[in-house]
């Protein structure tokens, strides 16, 4: 069995590949001062990224978790997710409201996706 981890440090790693699935870690935005909009955009940006980085894309996620600070910005970050997925490919999906590592972010992104 063949695990492979990616950007790994003491904590954790970027993401990790097994049986040609990878798991990436939370996501968050580029610039955490901006609104949820803009958070949501470059949070994805970085999935794009990483994903594209150990040879997937955003057309093989399989499931994705979505965190967001507060229910209220809900529309605000689904505005930007259903014009980011592609149709045909989205993916099983949760979305929950959940208090966040630092106070400016307004969302988070984990995801599983096939290689």
């Known amino acids: 069995m063949k695990i492979k981890r990616h950007e790994t440090n003491k904590r954790m790693s970027r993401a990790v590949i097994h049986n040609n699935t990878v798991y990436l870690c939370g996501q968050v935005a580029k610039?955490?001062?901006?609104?949820?909009?803009?958070?949501?955009?470059?949070?994805?940006?970085?999935?794009?990224?990483?994903?594209?980085?150990?040879?997937?894309?955003?057309?093989?996620?399989?499931?994705?978790?979505?965190?967001?600070?507060?229910?209220?910005?809900?529309?605000?970050?689904?505005?930007?997710?259903?014009?980011?997925?592609d149709e045909g490919f989205a993916p099983a999906r949760a979305c929950v409201e959940a208090k966040m590592a630092r106070e400016e972010l307004l969302v988070e992104v984990s995801l599983i996706a096939a290689v």
Not at 38 to 49: M, R, S
Not at 69 to 79: G, I, P, R
């Open 31 to 85: 610039d955490s001062s901006k609104g949820m909009k803009e958070q949501t955009i470059t949070t994805l940006e970085k999935v794009e990224e990483l994903l594209a980085s150990v040879g997937s894309n955003k057309e093989k996620i399989l499931s994705a978790t979505i965190y967001i600070k507060d229910m209220s910005l809900f529309q605000e970050m689904n505005s930007v997710w259903d014009n980011w997925i």
